[in-house]
Nanobody, 126 residues
Framework: QVQLVESGGGLVQAGDSLRLSCAAS????????LGWFRQTPGKEREFVTA????????DYQDSVKGRFTVSRDNAKNTVYLQMNSLKPEDTGVYYC???????????????????WGQGTQVTVSS
């Protein structure tokens, strides 16, 4: 079992920055992939980014490349999402997810992720 708790969401203006955090607990091993997804009303939950267990590999959705950066601190069991140059279309509920069956390969399919946080709202006004 892995429990995930996101924090750091809020209301910002276009062009601003936010850093989301996701604290993991419940499983002593940290050798698993962590990802971020987001969802807006009426739309499916979409992949944003993912990171391997040691941070050696990352993957980003095209729309966030160059603006978002994912990182993790395994000593703190925490993954971060630094979001810069935010746009109104980045608005949504951001979810942290754990893929405990993978450590060095990344997937964008939400069905492959085993555990999810409760989400944190990010709203970007124009």
């Amino acid at each position: 079992q892995v429990q995930l708790v996101e924090s750091g969401g809020g209301l910002v203006q276009a062009g601003d920055s936010l850093r989301l955090s996701c604290a993991a607990s419940g499983r002593t091993a940290t050798r698993y992939v962590l990802g971020w997804f987001r969802q807006t009303p009426g739309k499916e939950r979409e992949f944003v980014t993912a990171i391997t267990w040691n941070g050696g590999r990352t993957d980003y959705q095209d729309s966030v490349k160059g603006r978002f950066t994912v990182s993790r601190d395994n000593a703190k069991n925490t993954v971060y999402l630094q979001m810069n140059s935010l746009k109104p279309e980045d608005t949504g509920v951001y979810y942290c997810a754990a893929d405990i069956n993978r450590s060095v390969f990344l997937t964008r399919y939400r069905e492959e992720y085993d555990y999810w946080g409760q989400g944190t709202q990010v709203t970007v006004s124009s």
